[in-house]
């Protein structure tokens, strides 16, 4: 293992690079979608019905209904893989590039470790801390107020309502427009990711961190986030959550998910949900609301606790049927990412006080998905039993290494992929799906810079790793 290791570590000034040069390039993180014509192969005529009967676009619902018979191409041709995620293109017709929040959630993540790295030099940390500060800007510019439950909340939207960042005369932009996609709803899955990126950059400049700011900056930064962080957002959880006293059964399911408990994705119009809820969505619900409990109250209060065990009683009931392990558990994400995400939260977990764990999740559900998930990194991402890329091997390998059990054999598996498959050229590793759009013509999500910073992530991890166990 020490081995691969130094030959991982070897990468990071390189996978650093290649993240500074994408943000001086762009001014953002660009994300790529490509459309897959032939369609999500889990979908069936029943799930077109749903979505021809949905709020989408009237545009998008009638393309979809006159691009349906091109998943004929599923029979006489199969999607090239390379791994688990699919293998994202990032130039061509069929190609958009496009800003998102979601995607800026795990650049903020890696460039945090960045900024904690005591072997960059003053100057470098700067650069990442500037970069930082500009990215919590944009997206303290693009608030929209939701109104619920009586209270106005901030939220935000998949697009940047004033960064949608694409090329005016593309293709991507003109298909955008023309389906009013780029006037999506605001959702949770963003509106939570930021509101976690908040409380950690509101938690930075309290402890003196970004000191080479000007302090005026500093002291408006902490009274914009200030003004956000308090409200109760576990009320917004609660209005968007399908409960047996309230809505119980989405209008809108492309899935085999069972509901209960689960937050819709996308924030209600007039107090009704209609998408089923996403998994890995409410994991990231469930991770952003335990970050943001003192802000919160979670604790103090037994209906913002039973919001948050309707989440977990979601979740443990979808992974011990075993549907998180197939396609059909998933609107918007992939199983590896489900594992990812979840190791996230369960890093938060284990931070709480044993009594606040006890009082969250008294019958272990979160212990017992935990569980399922070392079971799925050992057996569906194991390069013994199939062929892994870089992204598939680097969220295996943060994953285990984040729930607390590593398999030595398992981990040096992962790392000798990352260290094989990359080249030294301007993107290292290709772009392979983190996010998909899954209706019936099914786009995919990804970048060469997003796989960059997860297998960035995965190294990371892994060095702090072996020092602790030393």
């Known amino acids: 293992m020490n081995e691969s290791l130094q030959?991982?570590?070897a990468l990071k000034p390189r996978l650093r690079q290649v993240i500074y040069n994408e943000w001086i390039s762009f001014g953002f993180f660009p994300c790529y979608a490509s459309v897959q014509l032939r369609g999500d192969p889990t979908l069936n005529l029943s799930d077109l019905g749903n979505f021809l009967l949905s709020r989408s676009d009237p545009l998008v619902r009638l393309s979809t209904l006159l691009l349906w018979p091109f998943r004929l191409l599923q029979f006489v041709s199969k999607p090239n893989r390379d791994g688990v995620s699919f293998h994202i293109p990032t130039s061509g017709k069929r190609v958009i590039r496009f800003h998102t929040f979601f995607t800026d959630f795990y650049f903020y993540s890696t460039i945090r470790r960045m900024v904690q790295d005591q072997s960059l030099s003053q100057e470098e940390r700067e650069?990442?801390?500037?970069?930082?500060?500009?990215?919590?800007?944009?997206?303290?510019?693009?608030?929209?107020?939701y109104e619920a439950e009586g209270e106005a909340f901030r939220v935000f939207q998949f697009f940047p309502k004033s960064e949608l960042h694409c090329d005016a005369l593309s293709a991507g932009a003109l298909f955008l427009r023309l389906s009013g996609l780029a006037q999506i709803d605001s959702d949770a899955d963003d509106t939570f990711v930021l509101l976690e990126m908040f409380s950690d950059f509101l938690e930075l400049l309290q402890a003196d961190g970004l000191s080479n700011m000007p302090e005026e900056w500093r002291q408006s930064m902490v009274t914009s986030l200030s003004a956000i962080l308090p409200l109760p957002y576990w009320k917004l959880v609660k209005y968007n959550q399908f409960r047996p006293n309230g809505e119980a059964i989405p209008r809108l399911n492309y899935t085999s998910i069972e509901p209960l408990?689960?937050?819709?994705?996308?924030?209600?119009?007039?107090?009704?949900?209609?998408?089923?809820?996403?998994?890995?969505?409410?994991?990231?619900?469930?991770?952003?609301?335990?970050?943001?409990?003192?802000?919160?109250?979670?604790?103090?209060?037994?209906?913002?606790?039973?919001?948050?065990?309707?989440?977990?009683?979601?979740?443990?009931?979808?992974?011990?049927?075993?549907?998180?392990?197939?396609?059909r558990g998933y609107s918007f994400y992939i199983a590896e990412f489900f594992c990812a995400m979840f190791a996230r939260?369960?890093?938060?977990?284990?931070?709480?006080?044993?009594?606040?764990?006890q009082r969250l999740d008294p019958e272990e559900k979160l212990?017992?998905?935990?569980?399922?998930?070392?079971?799925?990194?050992?057996?569906?991402?194991?390069?013994t039993?199939?062929?892994?890329?870089?992204?598939?091997?680097?969220?295996?390998?943060?994953?285990?290494?984040?729930?607390?059990?590593?398999?030595?054999?398992?981990?040096?598996?992962?790392?000798?992929?990352?260290?094989?498959?990359?080249?030294?050229?301007?993107?290292?590793?290709?772009?392979?799906?983190?996010?998909?759009?899954?209706?019936?013509?099914?786009?995919?999500?990804?970048s060469e810079a997003t796989t960059a910073a997860l297998v960035y992530d995965a190294i990371d991890e892994l060095e702090a790793y072996l020092s602790r166990v030393a």
Request: a negative charge; one cysteine or more; glycine letters at 4%.
């Open 7 to 9: 030959r991982a570590i």
């Open 367 to 383: 212990a017992y998905i935990r569980t399922e998930v070392l079971s799925y990194l050992a057996q569906d991402l194991n390069p």
């Open 345 to 357: 939260l369960w890093q938060v977990l284990i931070s709480l006080d044993p009594m606040e764990r």
């Open 127 to 145: 650069k990442w801390e500037q970069i930082l500060s500009e990215m919590v800007e944009l997206a303290l510019k693009n608030q929209i107020v």
């Open 385 to 446: 039993f199939r062929t892994l890329n870089p992204l598939d091997a680097a969220l295996a390998l943060t994953s285990a290494i984040q729930l607390e059990q590593v398999d030595e054999v398992l981990a040096s598996q992962w790392v000798e992929i990352i260290c094989e498959r990359f080249k030294d050229q301007l993107y290292p590793y290709c772009a392979y799906e983190i996010f998909k759009g899954k209706i019936p013509t099914h786009m995919v999500y990804g």
């Open 261 to 327: 408990g689960g937050m819709s994705t996308w924030f209600v119009r007039k107090g009704k949900s209609e998408d089923t809820p996403d998994l890995v969505v409410n994991v990231n619900v469930l991770r952003s609301m335990l970050v943001n409990r003192a802000h919160w109250g979670l604790f103090k209060s037994a209906e913002a606790l039973e919001t948050l065990q309707g989440i977990i009683a979601f979740l443990h009931h979808n992974v011990a049927s075993g549907l998180f392990r197939t396609d």
